[in-house]
């Protein structure tokens, strides 16, 4: 059981390049969750996902999009890449159980972006 | 404006004896609380939780507790190991069940 799967796991981008970051879980579940950890802070959510072909914003969306077409996967893709997206970021899914906000989370990819 | 706060951005404590993690909100309308501890190069992963209606959670050598009245919520850990070093972050669920996460402990554990 594989869990929540991140790839890559270290990328460096030039100003202005885009990119796709890739989550994948195979717990079936239908909650996922794109996070950001800059030095010294917490996870900002990014954008989020309650199943598929549903995705919303979370508290930082501007610079990504996201989709979902499967249960499965759930990409992250930055368009015009910046130095300000300079981050480690985490993918993590959870059950739709109530009251269960318990969330796995992918191993993460730290990307520069110079 | 941060509504989790974990004022202590580090802890050194020798083993055996007991660490405690602080964490500090200023919202009410938060109703789950969960710790998660991360090591280096790893993902965050979930420790252990508290809802609302309970004050105190125990699962082995990890203790949550939780003053509702002053919104603090603190992670005991008896007896500390050299293996739980690590960055501890508090997390907070409202109602629209997304987490709000706090800036992280850093805990060392001396042998």
């Known amino acids: 059981n594989a869990g929540v799967t991140q790839t890559p796991k270290f990328r460096i981008l030039k100003i202005g390049q885009s990119m796709t970051l890739q989550c994948a879980q195979d717990m079936n579940h239908n909650y996922m969750y794109w996070y950001r950890q800059d030095p010294g802070m917490g996870l900002k959510l990014i954008y989020y996902s309650v199943g598929a072909g549903i995705t919303d914003k979370g508290e930082v969306p501007n610079g990504y999009n996201v989709s979902r077409s499967t249960t499965e996967d759930f990409p992250l893709r930055l368009e015009l890449a910046a130095p300000s997206q300079t981050s480690v970021y985490f993918c993590?899914?959870?059950?739709?159980?109530?009251?269960?906000?318990?969330?796995?989370f992918g191993s993460g990819t730290q990307l520069s972006v110079l | 404006d941060q509504q989790v706060k974990q004022n202590s951005p580090s802890l050194s404590v020798q083993e055996g004896r007991i660490s405690i993690l602080n964490c500090d909100y200023t919202n009410s309308m938060f109703d789950y609380f969960l710790w998660y501890k991360k090591y280096p190069a790893e993902g965050p992963t979930f420790l252990i939780s508290?809802?609302?209606?309970?004050d105190k959670n125990e699962d082995g050598r990890f203790t949550v507790f939780l003053n509702k009245s002053a919104k603090h919520l603190s992670l005991h850990i008896v007896p500390s190991q050299p293996g739980d070093s690590a960055v501890y972050f508090c997390?907070?669920?409202?109602?629209?069940?997304?987490?709000?996460f706090g800036s992280g402990t850093q805990l060392t554990v001396l042998p």
């Open positions: 993590a899914s959870r059950t739709t159980t109530a009251s269960n906000e318990k969330l796995f």
């Open positions: 508290i809802s609302s209606i309970k």
């Open positions: 997390a907070l669920a409202g109602s629209a069940r997304q987490l709000t």
